[in-house]
T-cell receptor, first 115, second 115 residues
Framework: KAGVTQTPRYLIKTRGQQVTLSCSPI?????VSWYQQTPGQGLQFLFE???????NKGNFPGRFSGRQFSNSRSEMNVSTLELGDSALYLC??????????????FGSGTQLSVL | KQEVTQIPAALSVPEGENLVLNCSFT??????LQWFRQDPGKGLTSLLL?????REQTSGRLNASLDKSSGRSTLYIAASQPGDSATYLC??????????????FGQGTILTVHP
């Protein structure tokens, strides 16, 4: 099975721009979560989607948004980029929502640099 | 609010040593606990997942234990090798209907195994 695929791998943007990151989960997985990783804050949960519905949201401003499509692929969008948004953005997928014992499988991430 | 702490923050050992990484969490109402490995600039690889009803899990040279009542987990690495050098993270989801996909991570232990 192919793993979780995130595109693009690297992105360079300037302040004020917006960006869209893409995540394709493992085939058959219906739950997709997004995380932001920075040296100072570590890994922080952004949001989680299951069957095109946002089920959980972390403590991030409204500039961060996401969606999930009917094929379980997910995108996240960051508008009006700030320098502090520079981070590694990780996507993870898992099989059946709410079932205990499900591992999360992570993609390689998108490294976003805001100049 | 769940908080996860990992000790030590960094560890440097000679090849061949057995070592223990520690993880503690404040809220014992967890479904499971996962240990991940992260190589620089890369995504996370799940190493072991321990169900809340289990005491330990083993995979090759890795053994993870879980003591829910005391809010602690340990990852034991036997006969360490230079290829084990990476950041090791533990993470827990909170019990509850909608929080499964939302993991809270520790800050990680940076492990360096030198030849």
């Amino acid at each position: 099975k192919a793993g979780v695929t995130q595109t693009p791998r690297y992105l360079i943007k300037t302040r004020g721009q917006q960006v869209t990151l893409s995540c394709s989960p493992i085939s058959g997985h219906r739950s997709v979560s997004w995380y932001q990783q920075t040296p100072g804050q570590g890994l922080q949960f952004l949001f989680e989607y299951f069957s095109e519905t946002q089920r959980n949201k972390g403590n991030f401003p409204g500039r961060f948004s996401g969606r999930q499509f009917s094929n379980s692929r997910s995108e996240m969008n960051v508008s009006t980029l700030e320098l502090g948004d520079s981070a590694l953005y990780l996507c993870a997928s898992s099989g059946f929502y709410g079932r205990t014992g499900e591992k999360l499988f992570f993609g390689s991430g998108t490294q976003l640099s805001v100049l | 609010k769940q908080e996860v702490t990992q000790i030590p923050a960094a560890l440097s050992v000679p090849e061949g040593e057995n070592l223990v990484l520690n993880c503690s969490f404040t809220d014992s109402a967890i479904y499971n606990l996962q240990w991940f490995r992260q190589d620089p600039g890369k995504g996370l690889t799940s190493l072991l997942l321990i169900q809340s009803s289990q005491r330990e899990q083993t995979s090759g040279r890795l053994n993870a234990s879980l003591d829910k009542s005391s809010g602690r987990s340990t990852l034991y690495i036997a006969a360490s090798q230079p290829g084990d050098s990476a950041t090791y993270l533990c993470a827990v989801p909170l019990a509850g209907g909608t929080s499964y996909g939302k993991l809270t991570f520790g800050q990680g232990t940076i492990l360096t195994v030198h030849p």
